[in-house]
């Protein structure tokens, strides 16, 4: 999932621990939409919840780094 996350950024020690943080609040919290894809049947929730996460991350990401530049 860190390399989806990663997909608009570049990789930096910084931004691969942001990725994390990121990703790893996004997928315990399970916000919506990431939440609804954990009640899909069998090992497909558990997938498309960790994907949704590192979508949504990247955005995030991609959002920190363009107007903080950092």
Do not use: Q
Request: aromatic fraction near 14%; charged fraction near 10%; hydrophobic fraction near 65%.
């Amino acid at each position: 999932a860190l390399p989806i996350v990663l997909a608009f950024v570049p990789v930096t020690l910084n931004h691969l621990i942001a990725a994390y943080i990121i990703f790893r609040i996004l997928d315990i919290s399970k916000i919506w939409p990431i939440g609804h894809f954990e009640h899909y049947p069998g090992a497909w929730g558990v997938m498309l919840d960790d994907t949704m996460a590192a979508i949504i991350g990247a955005i995030l990401l991609g959002g920190l780094v363009w107007f903080l530049a950092f």
